[in-house]
């Protein structure tokens, strides 16, 4: 197992059958293992610094049908939403309230949803396919 691990962690990826192998046989030792390779890879890109990131998602329309996802093509029970220019500048705004103090993160966060009340269940599969 921890030859797959390394492999992933040099090569960015595995085969099918190796991310399989994986996914189905790991145990305690293995997840340890994993999560030590993945703190190496974390701090040595980020070290111990802490960033907080923000996405603007400006629509929830997708041409693709990814099976687990919400917002899947062929999912019309999606209440589906375009975010305006100015709705996006807004956002912009919020970021920008983010940067000046974790209060305000805070509180900017929470009234997202307020302000666009559809984009709080967006990503809530309302027809899943098993
Ligand atoms: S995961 Fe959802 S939003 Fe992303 S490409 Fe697939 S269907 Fe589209």
Request: glycine share 4%.
């Amino acid at each position: 197992m921890k030859r797959l691990i390394d492999k992933l962690k040099e090569e960015h990826t595995l085969t099918n059958e190796e991310f399989a192998h994986l996914l189905s046989h790991y145990d305690d030792e293995t997840l340890a293992y994993i999560n030590l390779q993945a703190r190496e890879v974390a701090n040595a890109h980020f070290g111990k610094g802490v960033y907080i990131r923000g996405l603007i998602e400006i629509s929830n329309h997708c041409r693709n049908n990814c099976k687990y996802c919400g917002i899947r093509k062929d999912n019309w029970q999606a209440d589906r939403y375009r975010l305006s220019k100015e709705m996006i500048l807004d956002c912009c705004e919020h970021a920008t309230a983010w940067r000046r103090s974790s209060r305000k993160s805070a509180g900017a966060i929470r009234s997202v949803p307020l302000h666009y009340p559809s984009a709080r269940n967006h990503r809530k599969p309302t027809n899943a396919i098993s």
